[in-house]
């Protein structure tokens, strides 16, 4: 992968400037573009820590606070993790993705074809159809209420019911253009929730 050897350099001038402030390092696992290891502070804390080069599609996002992931990459990259992975978050992140109106159920699925070229139609269907062998629980763990949890069911069958009826043609990247915006509101456990999206323009 392009950029690989940034990837080392990022890696050690991470963990030798935690080494430096006091910290001990353990690895789990290595590869050329991935890092896992943990972190013990001198009170006896660990904290798992992930480095990773993912591919990136658009620029960082310019807002007040700084750069931040172009919301279209984080959504491509939301959606194709319910083909690599497939658990509950995975279809709350769908569920949210889609309840925003910003992309239809045939963009969204381009969007996660043009980051893993592994995925298909037949495969993310049966993916898909993992949220209703997903027990209440694993969702009402986040915190969520059986209406939403049924509501994230439907937007999992919904959105196979459109890939499914789709022609390869209508599989397009959506257009990708318009300014990034930032609102945030109270979430009720004494912080916020920031939500960030592009503002795309109207639909023919």
């Keep these: 992968m392009e950029h690989a050897g940034f990837f080392d350099l990022a890696v050690e001038a991470v963990t030798e400037r935690l080494q430096e402030d006091g910290f001990a390092l353990l690895p789990v696992k290595r ?9 013990s502070t001198p009170g006896g804390e660990v904290v798992e820590v992930d480095m990773s ?4 599609r658009y ?14 990459d984080a959504a491509a990259a939301k959606v194709a993790t319910i083909f690599s992975r497939g658990e509950a978050r995975d279809f709350i992140d769908l569920w949210c993705i889609r309840k925003t109106g910003l992309w239809s159920d045939t963009e969204l699925f381009a969007m996660a074809q043009d980051r893993d070229d592994r995925i298909n139609v037949p495969m993310f ?8 062998r ?5 969702f009402a763990d986040y915190g969520l209420t059986l209406d939403q949890i049924a509501d994230i069911r439907s937007a999992a069958t919904e959105f196979s019911a459109h890939i499914e009826d789709a022609e390869p043609g209508d599989f397009i990247l959506p257009d990708h253009t318009g300014a990034v915006h930032v609102k945030a509101h109270a979430n009720g456990r004494g912080g916020f929730t920031r939500h960030h999206w592009r503002t795309l323009p109207p639909r023919n």
Excluded at 59 to 72: F, K, R, Y
């Design 31 to 39: 590869s050329s573009t991935f890092f896992k290891f943990n972190v």
């Design 59 to 72: 620029n960082p996002a310019e807002i007040a606070i700084g750069p931040v992931l172009d919301i279209q």
């Design 125 to 132: 269907r049966t993916m898909l159809a993992e949220v209703g």
């Design 53 to 56: 080069l993912d591919w990136r």
């Design 134 to 138: 997903s027990r209440d629980q694993r």
